[in-house]
């Protein structure tokens, strides 16, 4: 039997265990271990550089567990600082590669061009393009973290999900359709920035739709996501989430932080607007007040 074979039948096995055993603890980390394990092997035999695969931080006893979900232009990595500090907290954490290639930036048509003339060999025979969002753009993102959540869930049923931009996106939607303990969402992408670069591709996308969505898959994917977020959101969250964004964030407009706060229904939500910070929170001079918020929230429910 192949490696992943094995380790598959591994994880089958252990769920049913689990199933019928869920007060097993040791039972339970081996189940998340396995699943982990199969997780890199895929990752490890797809050539992922060893600091862009997913992490996991298990504890040795009982414990709380934390689903981190990255950017999309970021990698596991991005979450790493904060799944360290609530390892340090006591909590399992678990860091994730989504299926969103974070090669595939958002170039410009001039550079497109270039590329596909780069692309073409001596025959005039055109190249592959790069590597995009893998799996069905956001729904193979959506698809894989619900997958490991259900994992962590059968590991602790006291997960939490913290996820940053395009991640904090997916952890929403987690939201809905899984019992999670509550919701951490760090600068979630739910409205993009103003300036004249969005204006330019929300116009090339009414006019050029599927040139548009080639040459910037990325910002096309959130997008996708973004509006299929707000529609199903509703007027109530009656979950409890913790909402994190800095004041001068540059990608993201301030108008997600009132959207998702005018709909919270639940005492133990949490919003805070940071003076300061840019868009990436989870890095730099604020991240160490951004982790403590998080563990707070955690600890506070």
């Known amino acids: 039997m192949k490696t992943l074979e094995r380790i598959d039948q591994a994880v089958w096995e252990l769920r049913e265990r689990v199933r019928q055993s869920p007060g097993d603890l040791t039972l339970r980390r081996d189940l998340l271990r396995f699943f982990h394990e199969s997780v890199l092997y895929i990752e490890r035999r797809a050539g992922v550089p060893e600091r862009d695969r997913s992490f996991l931080l298990l504890q040795q006893r009982e414990a709380l567990g934390v689903l981190l979900l990255h950017g999309a232009g970021g990698t596991p990595d991005e979450m790493r600082s904060l799944g360290d500090y609530l390892y340090s907290l006591g909590f399992t954490a678990y860091g994730i590669r989504l299926p969103i290639d ?5 170039s410009g ?25 893998g799996s069905g753009g956001w729904s193979g993102c959506l698809a894989r973290a ?30 809905r359709s899984h019992p999670v303990r509550g919701t951490i969402l760090l ?15 929300r116009a090339a996308l009414r006019i050029l739709p599927r040139l548009t969505r ?17 529609t199903a959101i509703g007027d109530d969250i009656r979950e409890p989430i913790l909402m994190v964004q800095a004041a001068d964030d540059p990608v993201l407009s301030a108008r997600g932080y009132q959207f998702l706060q005018k709909r919270s ?3 133990a939500s949490r919003f805070v607007l940071l003076p300061s910070g840019g868009h990436v929170i989870v890095r730099g001079d604020q991240s160490r007040e951004v982790f403590r918020i998080c563990g707070d929230f955690i600890k506070g429910i």
Do not use: K, W
């Not at 997958?147 to 939607?173: K, P, R």
């Not at 080639?214 to 707000?230: A, H, Q």
């Open 146 to 175: 619900e997958v490991t959540l259900s994992t962590m869930l059968a590991y602790s049923a006291d997960t939490y999900t913290a996820g940053f931009s395009f991640g904090g996106t997916i952890a929403l939607n987690l939201m």
């Open 109 to 133: 048509f001039a550079d497109y061009a270039r590329r596909m003339i780069r692309r073409r060999g001596g025959d005039g025979a055109q190249h592959s393009a790069a590597p995009g969002c």
């Open 214 to 230: 080639r040459i910037m898959p990325v910002r096309s994917t959130m997008l996708d996501l973004i509006m299929m977020t707000r």
């Open 102 to 106: 974070p090669r595939s930036s958002d």
């Open 187 to 201: 600068s979630p992408a739910l409205f993009p920035g103003g300036g004249t670069r969005h204006a330019i591709f």
């Open 265 to 267: 229904r639940n005492a």
